[in-house]
């Protein structure tokens, strides 16, 4: 997800701090400004949403089966196609362009345009946590990490807006066992049924009107303080659901210099537990996060 413009926002008091460059410089992810401007980067990622999505389903293995749990290795990316729905209504943001072909060239080769956040992407910790840690400053440990795949189907079946919420960690680990520390903690709401059609997906034209779910800022305020998580992700265009307006979960969760995975395919046929994720983020210098393959194995 991605905001242009000034966002006033006020959840837990976080302040920056002034000396926030420094503490990057040192390593120490300084508190969020609430208040204060959004990097001027994120201004062009709002998105393409255009009329048909049927030539951009998931980036699935062939051959295998189906239902949860029976992959040894499973994609969750989507495929980038120059029409992938993203927060913003119909601004064409993709560009592609054939620069080497065979006929003149004797090879193939293609350039493209387009924001950070579109597609199966991250959200580094500075997207928006000023001062905080870039996509370049992540290490490759926080990129291999235990998955868990938290089940909210049915309460996003009756509220598009649905949250997880504490509760649903709480009975996740009832059933699943305890969440390892360090782990990739995504939210499984069924969303990917809706792909093939964008309004349904999106829940709307585009930013303010969108509906869907995400995490509550209590349930990664939950994660933070008892099972330190590297990041958390959701099936959906956003971290916070689509009705919210102060994005509490991307400044917040964010700003604990942990990141986000947006437009998560797959995770219906990913194990709840037991199973391990690899986040291939791409390290762009200074950049707030950016496309990349998420693929989970066990």
Known sequence: MCVSGTLEHGHHGHDNDSRATSMREAGVAPTMDRRGLLRSGVALAGGAMFASMASAPPAVAAGRGQGRGRHRTVDLTYRLVKDFPSFYGTQPVIVDQVIDDFDTTGFYSKQWTFPEHIGTH?????????????????????????????????????????????????????????????????????????????????????????????????????????????????????????????????????????????????????????????????????GSGGPCRVIATR
């Open 122 to 286: 991250m959200d580094a910790p500075g997207h928006f946590a000023q001062g905080a840690r870039l996509v370049d400053d992540l290490t490759a440990d926080e990129l291999l990490a235990p998955l868990v795949v938290v089940d909210i189907r049915r309460k996003a079946n009756e509220d598009p807006n649905a949250m997880v919420e504490p509760e649903d960690l709480v009975a996740h680990e009832r059933r699943h066992g305890r969440i390892p520390r360090g782990a990739l903690v995504a939210m499984d709401s069924g969303w990917e049924e809706r792909y093939g059609d964008p309004d349904t997906f999106l829940g709307g034209s585009g930013f303010p009107d969108l509906n869907f779910p995400g995490f509550s800022i209590d349930a990664t305020d939950w994660l933070v303080a008892k099972r330190d998580p590297v990041g958390i992700g959701v099936d959906t265009p956003s971290l916070d659901p689509g009705n919210s307006s102060t994005f509490d979960v991307h400044f917040g969760f964010l700003g604990t210099n942990r990141y986000g995975i947006e437009n998560l395919a797959n995770l219906g046929n990913a194990p709840a537990r037991n199973a391990t994720v690899f986040v291939g983020a791409i390290p762009w210098e200074d």
